[in-house]
């Protein structure tokens, strides 16, 4: 290879390579600029390498999922007495939750171990827990099992006459404890053969324990659609509707064809 004047000059330095486009040939420099960061980036990646999240959306995804189903259970602790109970259960389920011993028992077991179970279930799901602490992660693992497992299968006794005991709320409920309770116990099967397939059926089950947070939030509006429409008819067992008056609800005359 010949060399030139100009081949000299654009020939590749010791810190410069024939695929280097900084230089155009002689021409002006092309100046890289980086891209400009977001205020707070390097804290949020310092407390999601601290907690031992990989991937920069874990962290943001663990504080919206997690704190809704942390809110959710301290929400509910007020549930824990007599009169919190009777306050925040709908006529219709009070009725039979709340004057039935049997289904009182199982809505009472329900609540409890909900809202413990769930909160401390968000202690699982963070890596560095899991990864320096093994002790403790198998150990509140059981604990969170013992919990959610027969708090879904009270639940699910109880969803029997959830929200006035019609078959379509039954079959929620049941569904939702039959697959969360499934969900953790592949979970269980899953935990000395395949550790990832035992964290991806505990998320499972986690998650679908969890369908209650948005099945409130469908409540809420739903109550408020249905009322602005005036005409929905829901079938409704006449018991339930001549004791309303037990928490000063008054449904005759309006339930004609129920005896008083």
Known sequence: MELTKDSA????????????LTTGGGGPPIIKREPRKLPGTSVYRTISGILGF???PSLALYVIFGGALLGFCLFYVQMFSMSGM?????????????FNEFFHVNYSIHIYLSCIGGSFSLLQFL????????LFHRINGYFVLLTL??????????GNRAFGGEIN???????????????FLMGIFNVKRDT??????????????SV????RLIVLAAREIVTDIGNYYSVCQCLPTNRHHLIGVSCFGVMSLCPS
């Open 9 to 20: 000059y654009n020939s590749p330095g010791p810190r410069q390579s024939f695929f280097d």
């Open 54 to 56: 990989k991937e920069p």
């Open 86 to 98: 009777r306050r925040m259960t709908i006529p219709g389920e009070w009725f039979w939750l709340g």
């Open 127 to 134: 890596p560095a827990i899991r990864r320096r602490f093994v």
């Open 149 to 158: 497992i027969p708090a879904n299968i009270c639940g699910a006794i109880a």
């Open 169 to 183: 709320a039954q079959s929620a409920y049941y569904s939702l404890g039959i697959l969360t309770v499934g969900c």
């Open 196 to 209: 990832r397939q035992h964290r991806k059926w505990m998320i499972r089950g986690v998650v679908i324990f």
């Open 212 to 215: 209650a947070i948005t099945t």
